[in-house]
Antibody, heavy 116, light 110 residues
Framework: EVQLVESGGGLVKPGGSLRLSCAAS????????MNWVRQAPGKGLEWVSS????????YYADSVKGRFTISRDNAKNSLYLQMNSLRAEDTAVYYC?????????WGQGTLVTVSS | QSALTQPASVSGSPGQSITISCTGT?????????VSWYQQHPGKAPKLMIY???KRPSGVSNRFSGSKSGNTASLTISGLQAEDEADYYC??????????FGTGTKVTVL
């Protein structure tokens, strides 16, 4: 069974940092581009970042460029999101997802709350 | 990237058909046949209902169908059922491995 399990969320003060992880299983992780998508409380979905299967290509939404860093470890079947200089508007549930047509899969999400 | 525009809410009675529109630009919806639709129930992760404009993943009811014309994509739910009550989001590829989501539509079954 395909599974994506996010972890690392929590409460952090404005200006602080947090590292999210996503553990993948049940599919050939190293063959897929991966994405982070977030959803602020009561709001819609927002694409955050993507990374190609070999980490050669990395893209970010303008809202997080320069503050967030996406990475992956194919040997560990894991995806990461390093979040620095966090702001209140970064408060959201963060999902990792494949967004790969019929092979699209989403994790259950991890909540990040940025508040003093 | 601006969010794709969807109606905030759509409602219908059981058995009826409803259509949700998703309007983008020539840089996203209009440029790629890579529009997908997601259903999201409260507190749950999004579920893929349609991909590549009109294709249904295995296990998704054929009551769900998708189409596209120009910069606007549409999701139609026929034979509306109580379990279809949820939020629906469209999503389009926008180039350079980036994606843009719609503003979301709350579907209410009367």
């Amino acid at each position: 069974e395909v599974q994506l399990v996010e972890s690392g969320g929590g409460l952090v003060k404005p200006g602080g940092s947090l590292r999210l992880s996503c553990a993948a299983s049940g599919f050939t992780f190293s063959s897929y581009s991966m994405n982070w998508v977030r959803q602020a409380p009561g709001k819609g979905l927002e694409w955050v970042s993507s990374i190609s299967s070999s980490s050669s290509y990395i893209y970010y939404a303008d809202s997080v460029k320069g503050r967030f860093t996406i990475s992956r470890d194919n040997a560990k079947n894991s995806l990461y999101l390093q979040m620095n200089s966090l702001r209140a508007e970064d408060t959201a549930v963060y999902y990792c997802a494949t967004l790969a047509a019929a092979q699209t899969r989403w994790g259950q999400g991890t909540l990040v709350t940025v508040s003093s | 990237q601006s969010a794709l525009t969807q109606p905030a809410s759509v409602s219908g009675s059981p058995g009826q058909s409803i259509t949700i529109s998703c309007t983008g630009t020539s840089s996203d919806v209009g440029s790629y046949n890579l529009v997908s639709w997601y259903q999201q129930h409260p507190g749950k992760a999004p579920k893929l209902m349609i991909y590549e404009v009109s294709k249904r993943p295995s296990g998704v009811s054929n009551r769900f169908s998708g189409s596209k014309s120009g910069n606007t994509a549409s999701l139609t739910i026929s034979g509306l059922q109580a379990e279809d009550e949820a939020d629906y989001y469209c999503c389009s590829y926008a180039g350079s491995s980036s994606y843009v989501f719609g503003t979301g539509t709350k579907v209410t079954v009367l």
